[in-house]
Antibody, heavy 117, light 105 residues
Framework: EVQLLESGGGLGQPGGSLRLSCAAS????????MNWVRQAPGKGLEWLST????????YYADSVKGRFTISRDNSNNTLYLQMNSLRAEDTAVYYC??????????WGQGTLVTVSS | EIVMTQSPATLSVSPGERATLSCRAS??????LAWYQQKTGQAPRLLIY???TRATGIPARFSGSGSGTEFTLTISSLQSEDFAVYYC????????FGQGTRLEI
C-alpha cells in the first residue's frame, strides 16, 4: 500500500524557518516526481512545488519562489520542504502528493504549520 | 497561469439525487483534468483523472466528462458519504486547482 506521512509542522515565527518531511513507502520512490500542496484554514488547495524523480529539476509557485526549497533523499524515501522567511499567510496544512505533472495520487494526511509570534 | 473556475460554490441536494458540478479553464487544458473529493479533516482523494477515467476503487456513480475548457463531474445517485468538497485540477500547464464546490444536504 502506498503511504505518505508528513511531519515537521508546528509553530513558526514570522521570518523564521521550518523543514517539513514526507516519508514515502509502498512504491519505488525514486521513480516518481513528488509535490507539495497547501491549504490555508477554510480555503482551497494551492500547489506549491514539484521535484523530478531524480531531484535534478524543481518547480515553484510564485508565492513561495525564493523562500521555499523542495528536495528529496531517494536513499531514504523522503521528500522535504525547507520553508524560510515565514509569513503569517503561510499558515496552512501542508500535504505531499505522489506524481509530478499529472494526477496527484495519493496524498499524505497533512501537517499543520502555524506562523505567529 | 491557467485559472480554474468551479460552479456552483455550494450545491444543495438530497440523497439519491443527481449532482452535476462544473469546472471551467481559462484556456484549453486538453484532457489533463482531475477531480478530487475532500471530506472535513481529511486529505483530498483522487476521483477522476484524464477528465473521465475513474481512479482505482472509485464507485461507478462518479463520472467525469469534457475536454478543452469545460468539464463536468456527475454523481448519479448521491450517497450520504458523498457530501464533501470537490476540487478540479488542471495539469496541462503547471498545476492549478479550482476553488472548490461544496456539496451539502
Amino acid at each position: 500500500e502506498v503511504q505518505l506521512l508528513e511531519s515537521g509542522g508546528g509553530l513558526g515565527q514570522p521570518g523564521g524557518s521550518l523543514r517539513l518531511s514526507c516519508a514515502a513507502s509502498g512504491f519505488t520512490f525514486s521513480s516518481y516526481a513528488m509535490n507539495w500542496v497547501r491549504q490555508a484554514p477554510g480555503k482551497g488547495l494551492e500547489w506549491l512545488s514539484t521535484i523530478s524523480d531524480s531531484g535534478a529539476s524543481t518547480y515553484y509557485a510564485d508565492s513561495v519562489k525564493g523562500r521555499f526549497t523542495i528536495s528529496r533523499d531517494n536513499s531514504n524515501n523522503t521528500l522535504y520542504l525547507q520553508m524560510n522567511s515565514l509569513r503569517a499567510e503561510d499558515t496552512a496544512v501542508y500535504y505531499c502528493a505522489k506524481n509530478g505533472w499529472s494526477k496527484f495520487d495519493p496524498w499524505g494526511q497533512g501537517t499543520l504549520v502555524t506562523v505567529s509570534s | 497561469e491557467i485559472v480554474m473556475t468551479q460552479s456552483p460554490a455550494t450545491l444543495s441536494v438530497s440523497p439519491g439525487e443527481r449532482a452535476t458540478l462544473s469546472c471551467r479553464a481559462s484556456q484549453s487544458v486538453s484532457g489533463n483534468l482531475a477531480w478530487y473529493q475532500q471530506k472535513t479533516g481529511q486529505a483530498p482523494r483522487l476521483l477522476i483523472y484524464g477528465a473521465s477515467t475513474r481512479a482505482t476503487g472509485i464507485p461507478a456513480r462518479f463520472s467525469g466528462s469534457g475536454s478543452g475548457t469545460e468539464f463536468t463531474l456527475t454523481i448519479s445517485s448521491l450517497q450520504s458519504e458523498d457530501f464533501a468538497v470537490y476540487y478540479c485540477q488542471q495539469y496541462n500547464n503547471w498545476i492549478t486547482f479550482g476553488q472548490g464546490t461544496r456539496l451539502e444536504i
